[in-house]
C-alpha cells in the first residue's frame, strides 16, 4: 500500500468491493474501482444473473459459441463453459469459425480458436467462404479492390453463421458483440435514416469512444436509448421469410449473401452493392403495405 501523505487525497485507495487490494480498474457501469479477483466474480456472476433473469437458455440445449479468436469471444468461450459447468445448466456447447480465407489474419485467430478448444474442452467447427461460397476473401478482394469488400465479408460472416449452426443443429447461436458494438449500431441506424447507408461508419465508433471518455456511461446510455426507441405505427417492417435461392433467412426474394455471389460470378461485383437493385425490386414493389399490424417495436440490427 501507498504511504499516505495527510488528507483523502494522499491515501492510496482499496477495491472497494473486498476493500483489501489494490483496484485495478474502474467500471463504467458502477464508477467503481475495483481489484482484478472482485472484477472477474461480479462479471461472471452478472452474466449469470442475465442468463437466469431472462431465461436466455434451457437445459439440454445445443449452443453455439461464435469463436473467431478474438478478446470478445474467447472470453465468452470462457465464461459460458464455466458458467455451464459450475451452475449445471446442461448446455452442450460447441465453438463454431468461420474462415474467411484471409491469409494472415483468419489463419492466425482459427489458432487462439483451437487452443480454446481443448482448453475448455469444446468441440469446435470451422466452415470456410471457400466451401460455402465458393471464394476466399482473399480472391474477392483481388477481384473488387479493397473498397467495397466489407460488405462482402459481413453478409457472408452473417449467413455462414447462420449455416454452421445449422450444421451443428444447434438451437442458439451465443457472439461476443459488446457494448461498443451495441452502442456502434444504434448510432449507425439513427444515421442511416437521417443520412445514408454506411455513412459514418468509421467515425461512429470514434465518437463513442471519445463520449465515453467525458462521461463512462455513454456507451451503456446508448445502447438503452436504442432499446427504448420506437418505430413510428406508420414504418413498414421487412417481413422475415427465405431466399429463394438458398432458403437461408431473407426478408427479400433473394438473401443479399446470394445476390452478392451471383455477382461475383457474372463477373460483376458491384451488384449487390448499395441499395439492392434487380431480382428484389420486383419483390419489394408486390409487397404489400400492411402498418395495421405493426406495434412499436425495438430497433437496431447487429453487423458482424
Ligand atoms: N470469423 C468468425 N467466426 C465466428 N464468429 C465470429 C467471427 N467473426 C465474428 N464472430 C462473432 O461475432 C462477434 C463480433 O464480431 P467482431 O468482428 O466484433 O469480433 P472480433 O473483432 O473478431 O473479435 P472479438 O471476438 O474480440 O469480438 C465475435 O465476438 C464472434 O462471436
Redesign the pocket.
Known amino acids: 500500500m501507498e504511504a499516505s501523505h495527510g488528507g483523502d487525497k494522499g491515501k492510496s485507495r482499496l477495491c472497494s468491493i473486498c476493500n483489501q487490494r489494490r483496484p485495478a480498474l474502474k467500471r463504467p457501469k458502477t464508477l467503481q474501482q475495483i481489484c482484478k479477483e472482485c472484477f472477474y466474480e461480479v462479471f461472471e456472476e452478472e452474466i449469470h444473473r442475465v442468463i437466469v433473469d431472462n431465461k436466455l437458455f434451457k437445459p439440454g440445449e445445443r449452443i453455439a459459441?461464435?469463436?473467431?479468436?478474438?478478446?470478445?469471444?474467447?472470453?465468452?468461450a470462457y465464461v459460458m463453459s464455466e458458467l455451464n459447468r459450475r451452475h449445471n445448466y446442461g448446455l452442450d456447447l460447441f465453438l463454431?469459425?468461420?474462415?474467411?480465407g484471409i491469409t494472415g489474419y483468419?489463419d492466425d485467430?482459427l489458432e487462439t480458436?483451437k487452443r480454446n478448444e481443448v482448453q475448455y474442452g469444446l468441440p469446435l467447427k470451422v466452415v470456410s467462404y471457400k466451401d460455402l461460397y465458393g471464394w476466399t476473401m482473399d480472391e474477392i478482394v483481388k477481384m473488387i479492390g479493397l473498397k467495397n469488400n466489407c460488405t462482402f465479408c459481413g453478409v457472408f460472416?452473417r449467413q455462414?453463421?447462420d449455416r454452421?449452426a445449422a450444421l451443428l443443429k444447434v438451437d442458439k447461436l451465443?457472439?461476443?458483440?459488446?457494448a461498443d458494438?451495441i452502442a456502434e449500431t444504434v448510432l449507425l441506424n439513427i444515421l442511416r435514416g437521417i443520412y445514408s447507408p454506411n455513412a459514418y461508419r468509421g467515425f461512429a465508433r470514434e465518437f463513442i469512444k471519445d463520449l465515453e471518455r467525458i462521461r463512462p456511461r455513454a456507451i451503456l446510455d446508448i445502447i438503452k436509448s436504442g432499446e427504448d426507441f420506437r418505430i413510428a405505427t406508420s414504418t413498414k417492417m421487412p417481413e422475415q421469410g427465405t431466399c429463394q435461392r438458398c432458403g437461408y433467412i431473407s426478408s427479400q426474394k433473394w438473401c443479399k449473401a446470394c445476390v452478392l455471389l451471383e455477382g461475383l460470378n457474372r463477373g460483376l461485383p458491384k451488384l449487390g452493392i448499395g441499395r439492392t437493385r434487380g431480382v428484389n425490386s420486383e419483390h419489394r414493389k408486390n409487397q404489400q403495405i400492411d402498418t395495421k399490424n405493426i406495434q412499436s417495436k425495438p430497433c437496431g440490427t447487429?453487423d458482424?
Open positions: 459459441i461464435g469463436a473467431s479468436g478474438g478478446k470478445d469471444s474467447t472470453v465468452l463454431l469459425s468461420v474462415d474467411e483468419r485467430s480458436v460472416r455462414a453463421l454452421g451465443a457472439t461476443g458483440h459488446n458494438d447487429l458482424f
